[in-house]
């Protein structure tokens, strides 16, 4: 249990430091564009633009990273202080200080988060501008100190230690030996924490002095993931073989390495087809003197063309490092793919990687199963989730009122996955749950979604039935009165059970606190709130347009006594796996009867101007009024 809590934390900690890179990779491509472009080694040197690849190595990077790792914390506030704290060890050290920035950032927007949690509810009216400036201001300045004085120093020593290691490495011919901890690291997502953090500015100090470095081809290099996915392209089997191609073709010209992630935890050991083709390829960079000029990121291989210096001896080198790297991964994966006796779930892979991530992953859409065209005469559309009590109501709502707007006669109802209808014909569900689904009823139209109120699945399926479609009068009316067969009940939104400004600092928190509600108000039973968490853990409750509605299990509904909801309010916003919630809808639906008002949420929210509307809503009634409305 204890390593297990462990690897847990190290992914954490990994993609929180990959969320503090990937938004600013734009920034890096620029600084490595212009580095290779104008620096006197470069393709078109040119000494007055070279002028500005040391400030943006310098300057704009660290505090970009800086920023955005204020803002993961606590917003545009933390991401302010975070700027300024990162200034100090900015000025406080000749190298690029990328592994400060991502130490400032974040303690920075911790540090101002925790003032904001301590004065709230303790400043006088007016004061709120005054109090909100001074004291990033303050705070902002006394940690930009402490980073010169203190930080910059220490992270400075640290770099000149492990400067010391990579001559000391390359010196005896042991830098390959990298690998062993570089390629797993990959899967635990510290690749942006390795190479940005650690490789990167050493490289930026090399490339100062030799025009070139090694180290910016350590993690970049696609060789590995190329080799692994072509031996699934050759031995792998159903799924994973027919989406192999196209991975790889992503991973390489995309430089989306992520991709391949999911084909090595289906055969852990594929691990040692990356550790021996990395190694591989970094003897060969070694052996041919590779190197490059600038980042290449992402680890594309054009990216790493257009940072190779240009001399025919270094494109020899850098290309063939890469391509040694793929042959060596290629063979050694084949072995394994050959040997192999373990069944390969794609699906499931891709699920777990994005569980280690702790979000949802920006290539997991790329492994599910494809098919053919929209049924014709579609009669029954089924949204489906765990429960079939919150999110697959709240999409059937929204596709019904289109549907309806469309003068299509068709059905759409919503339902647990574990109670799809045999004769469903399209079945709609979130991502996650695909793979659930299409084992239920295979040969249904399968559609994903991430967004359940305003994903654009739903206007795409709506022209496509309007060319192919025929229903008759009995099968209408029979729809109608099934739709109508809810009880009104506005009583189910009650002032008392609407909360305004609230603050929380997890997903759990706020799930927990929903939860409560709903036991005090009698809803539910007490062990109901444990399964909320539950079901969150399993798919996030998250509908998009910055809203959340954490609801039970499918078996967690026999804890319900009655329907009932709570509206919580949270202007600053709190994270949902990677997503910005504002507005929470805790639900507890018994027997449908919550069902009409839920739908009347749904289209509500699915208006951002609504959205707004509520957050920014000064009373209980103000935002009971909101949805009411419609």
């Known amino acids: 249990m204890a390593q297990s809590n462990i690897k847990v934390a190290v992914q954490k900690f990994g993609n929180f430091l990959s969320s503090m890179v990937m938004p600013n990779i734009g920034a890096f491509i620029a600084w490595g564009l212009i580095t290779a472009l104008f620096i006197p080694t470069g393709f078109f040197p040119n000494e007055n633009l070279a002028k500005l690849v040391d ?48 130490i400032m950032g974040p303690l920075g927007g911790y540090i101002i988060k925790k003032f904001d949690q301590f004065i709230e509810g303790k400043v006088k009216t007016g004061f709120e501008m005054l109090i909100n400036n001074f004291s990033a201001g303050i705070l902002g300045g006394i940690l930009a100190i402490l980073a010169f004085l203190g930080v910059s120093p220490a992270v400075d020593g640290f770099t000149g230690a492990l400067v010391v290691g990579v001559d000391w490495m390359v010196a005896h011919g042991l830098l390959p030996l990298t690998s062993i901890l570089i390629e797993p690291a990959k899967i635990l997502f510290l690749n942006n924490a390795i190479n940005h953090g650690i490789l990167s500015p050493i ?19 696609p060789g590995p993931g190329l080799g692994i996915l072509l031996a699934y392209c050759f031995f792998g089997k159903g799924t994973a073989k027919q989406s192999a191609p196209g991975a790889a073709i992503i991973h390489f010209i995309g430089g989306i390495h992520e991709i391949y992630f999911p084909y090595v935890l289906m055969r852990p050991l594929l691990i040692i087809a990356a550790i021996l ?38 494109y020899v080198a850098n290309i063939s490092g890469v391509l040694v790297a793929a042959i060596v991964s290629f063979i050694v994966g084949s072995l394994i793919l050959k040997t192999g006796k373990q069944t390969e779930d794609l699906d499931e892979a891709a699920r777990k990687m994005q569980e280690m991530k702790g979000k949802k992953s920006s290539v997991a859409g790329s492994f599910t199963k494809q098919q053919g065209e929209v049924p014709a005469s579609v009669q029954k559309i089924v949204f489906a989730c765990d429960a079939g009590m919150g999110s697959s109501a709240m999409g059937a709502s929204l596709l019904r009122k289109k ?3 469309a003068n299509l006669n068709i059905s759409v109802a919503n339902t647990a996955i574990s109670n799809i209808p045999s004769d469903a014909q399209i079945v709609i569900t979130q991502e996650e749950l695909t793979p659930r689904a299409q084992n239920k009823v295979p040969d249904a139209y399968h559609i994903s979604v991430d967004n359940f109120l305003s994903s654009p699945e739903y206007d795409k399926l709506i022209d496509q039935l309007k060319n192919d479609h ?19 009940n506005d009583g189910l939104l009650k002032e008392e059970n609407v909360f305004l400004n609230h603050h929380f600092s997890s997903k759990e928190e706020a799930i927990r606190f929903a939860g409560s509600v709903l036991v005090k108000g009698g809803y539910v039973e007490e062990n109901y709130v444990e399964a909320m968490i539950e079901r969150d853990n399993m798919t996030s409750t998250y509908m998009g347009n910055d809203v959340a509605i954490p609801h039970g299990t499918e078996e967690a509904k026999k804890n319900v006594l009655r329907s009932g909801f709570t509206v919580i309010q949270v202007p600053e916003g709190v994270d949902f796996d990677g997503e910005k919630v504002r507005l929470i809808f805790g639900i507890a639906g018994k027997d449908g009867t919550h069902l009409e008002i839920l739908s009347g949420i749904a289209i509500t929210c699915s208006d951002m101007g609504n959205i707004e509307k509520m957050v920014h809503a000064k009373s209980a009634k103000e935002l009971m009024a909101i949805i009411q409305s419609n």
Do not use: C, W
Not at 55 to 77: E, F, S
Not at 203 to 220: D, K, V, Y
Not at 470 to 488: F, H, I, L, P, Q
């Open 55 to 102: 400030p943006m190595v310098k300057y704009l990077l660290p505090l970009l990273i800086g920023y955005t790792g204020g803002k993961l914390v606590h917003d545009q506030r933390g991401g302010v202080v975070g700027a300024i704290a990162t200034m100090g060890v900015i000025v406080g050290s000749d190298i690029p200080m990328f592994l400060g920035a991502m």
């Open 277 to 314: 083709g990395g190694m591989s390829g970094v003897f060969t960079f070694v052996l041919l003197g590779g190197g490059l000029q600038a980042v290449a990121s992402p680890g594309s291989i054009l990216a790493i063309l257009a940072a190779t210096p240009g001399n025919a001896g270094s």
């Open 470 to 488: 025929t229903t008759s009068k009995a099968e209408e009316e029979k729809r109608v009165s099934a739709e109508n067969n809810t009880d009104s």
């Open 203 to 221: 490289g930026a100090e090399q490339i100062r002095t030799n025009g070139q470095s090694i180290l910016l081809l350590l993690e970049t290099n």
């Open 403 to 405: 549907v309806k707007q």
